[in-house]
């Protein structure tokens, strides 16, 4: 690249970032991390398949970084007006971001990227995976249009449900703990609190309750366990599993639904991902529930060990998704963020064209790259 050209996108790289409120993220301590993008192709093999299933593909990027922290994100929230990002690791860190778009509207860029720890109830960072594997994450910002609200995060291992203030403190927040295996029982070691999404509350005001879908704890009935909270009260239900695929994430609809992100894996058959819709109405105490099957695609994809899910609606009422992948810190995996589009209920009247207040890639289409010990550390015992 030639340094008139380094210069222009370096400036263009400014203009796309400043316009973003600083107030859309929570505040990090951390330092910013290098790190490089390369745009995806949905299928490789085919490169004009754009639609599969009930899916549209809208973009997607390879996050590469040499930062030994960057990687193992298991859950994914997206700002509703989409411009910034919200994720935390299995080894207990956040993650936030700046999200960029081309002139159609695709994701196709990164900028702004910070890690910081994330902190246990004594305040201090959160110590090995044991202790840090956080795998589910939901936000309530009530009706702010930033990622600064209460943030829901579902561990495993250490099985339990903390809320953090990132409103008040940002990623410094102290968590307060709402639920762990002594409330909701025995469950597996590593296929625990896999999805977590709130509810309204059932008399409509006070807290919000919390549903919970687990990865691979089965009842004797060789169904997922999932259960929803109201405080301390556990309702129990399960969803119908689909072999070999395990649940990794939801993410609740305007309406209601349920979008439930599910993965496979084999050596033989290599990844694959799956993405059911619940009905709101199957969801209550006592019930087996499935869903419609919306996309079920394999490797041949560009798709790794998808574990985060988020959503926001558009303009023009139509859904678009967003899933992030769980590289487990394996050079041989990688860490994809992938936006898709799911036409809506018809809720909102049709607007022309797409939102010209996404930040935008510096050079439309191409790729954003380098240019661009408390009671939390006590297992339940057997």
Same mark, same amino acid.
């Given at each position: 690249?030639?340094?008139?050209?380094?210069?222009?996108?370096?400036?263009?790289?400014?203009?796309?970032?400043?316009?973003?409120?600083?107030?859309?993220?929570?505040?990090?301590?951390?330092?910013?991390?290098?790190?490089?993008?390369?745009?995806?192709?949905?299928?490789?093999?085919?490169?004009?398949?754009?639609?599969?299933?009930?899916?549209?593909?809208?973009? *997607?990027?390879?996050?590469?970084?040499?930062?030994?922290?960057?990687? /193992?994100?298991?859950?994914?929230?997206?700002?509703?007006? $989409?411009?910034?990002?919200?994720?935390?690791? =299995?080894?207990?860190?956040?993650?936030?971001?700046?999200?960029?778009?081309?002139?159609?509207?695709?994701?196709?860029?990164?900028?702004?990227?910070?890690?910081?720890?994330?902190?246990?109830?004594?305040?201090?960072?959160?110590?090995?995976?044991?202790?840090?594997?956080?795998?589910?994450?939901?936000?309530?910002? $009530?009706?702010?249009?930033?990622?600064?609200? !209460?943030?829901?995060?579902?561990?495993?291992?250490?099985?339990?449900?903390?809320?953090? =203030?990132?409103?008040?403190? $940002?990623?410094?927040?102290?968590?307060?703990?709402?639920?762990?295996?002594?409330?909701?029982?025995?469950?597996?070691? !590593?296929?625990?609190?896999?999805?977590?999404?709130?509810?309204?509350?059932?008399? *409509?005001?006070?807290?919000?309750?919390?549903?919970?879908?687990?990865?691979?704890?089965?009842?004797?009935?060789?169904?997922?366990?999932?259960?929803?909270?109201?405080?301390?009260?556990?309702?129990?239900?399960?969803?119908?599993?689909?072999?070999?695929?395990?649940?990794?994430?939801?993410?609740?609809?305007?309406?209601?639904?349920?979008?439930?992100?599910?993965?496979?894996?084999?050596?033989?058959?290599?990844?694959?991902?799956?993405?059911?819709?619940?009905?709101?109405?199957?969801?209550?105490?006592?019930?087996?529930?499935?869903?419609?099957?919306?996309?079920?695609? /394999?490797?041949?994809?560009?798709?790794?060990?998808?574990?985060?899910?988020?959503?926001?609606?558009?303009?023009?009422?139509?859904?678009?998704?967003?899933?992030?992948? =769980?590289? !487990?810190? !394996?050079?041989?995996?990688?860490?994809?963020?992938?936006?898709?589009?799911?036409?809506?209920?018809?809720?909102?009247?049709?607007?022309?064209?797409?939102?010209?207040?996404?930040?935008?890639?510096?050079?439309? /289409?191409?790729?954003?790259?380098?240019?661009?010990?408390?009671?939390?550390?006590?297992?339940?015992?057997?």
């Amino acid at each position: 690249m030639s340094i008139a050209r380094a210069v222009c996108v370096f400036m263009a790289c400014i203009v796309a970032t400043a316009a973003i409120p600083i107030a859309a993220l929570p505040v990090l301590a951390a330092d910013s991390v290098e790190f490089t993008t390369s745009q995806l192709i949905w299928n490789p093999e085919d490169r004009t398949e754009t639609k599969t299933g009930a899916l549209t593909w809208e973009g *997607g990027i390879e996050i590469s970084s040499s930062d030994p922290e960057f990687g /193992g994100w298991s859950g994914l929230a997206i700002s509703p007006d $989409g411009s910034a990002l919200l994720a935390v690791s =299995d080894e207990g860190r956040w993650l936030t971001a700046i999200l960029l778009y081309d002139e159609r509207g695709r994701l196709s860029g990164l900028a702004e990227s910070k890690i910081s720890p994330m902190l246990g109830l004594d305040g201090q960072p959160i110590s090995g995976k044991a202790l840090g594997d956080a795998e589910s994450l939901v936000i309530d910002s $009530g009706k702010s249009e930033t990622l600064l609200g !209460n943030a829901y995060v579902g561990f495993e291992r250490a099985h339990r449900i903390w809320r953090y =203030d990132l409103e008040k403190s $940002g990623a410094g927040a102290k968590p307060e703990q709402l639920l762990t295996q002594r409330h909701f029982g025995r469950l597996n070691l !590593n296929a625990g609190i896999e999805s977590l999404e709130l509810l309204p509350p059932s008399n *409509g005001s006070g807290e919000p309750r919390l549903l919970a879908i687990t990865e691979e704890t089965l009842d004797p009935r060789g169904d997922i366990k999932a259960f929803i909270a109201e405080g301390h009260d556990i309702s129990w239900f399960a969803i119908e599993p689909r072999e070999p695929y395990k649940p990794t994430d939801m993410a609740r609809l305007p309406n209601g639904d349920i979008l439930l992100l599910e993965r496979r894996f084999s050596m033989l058959a290599g990844v694959g991902m799956q993405l059911r819709r619940i009905a709101a109405e199957d969801i209550k105490p006592d019930a087996i529930v499935d869903g419609e099957v919306l996309v079920d695609v /394999g490797q041949r994809y560009s798709i790794d060990n998808m574990e985060g899910l988020a959503i926001r609606e558009d303009e023009n009422g139509d859904l678009l998704v967003y899933m992030i992948s =769980d590289n !487990n810190f !394996n050079a041989l995996q990688r860490t994809l963020l992938l936006m898709f589009r799911l036409p809506g209920e018809g809720t909102k009247p049709a607007l022309p064209g797409r939102s010209s207040t996404l930040p935008q890639t510096p050079e439309a /289409g191409a790729p954003f790259g380098e240019a661009d010990k408390s009671e939390e550390a006590v297992q339940e015992p057997s």
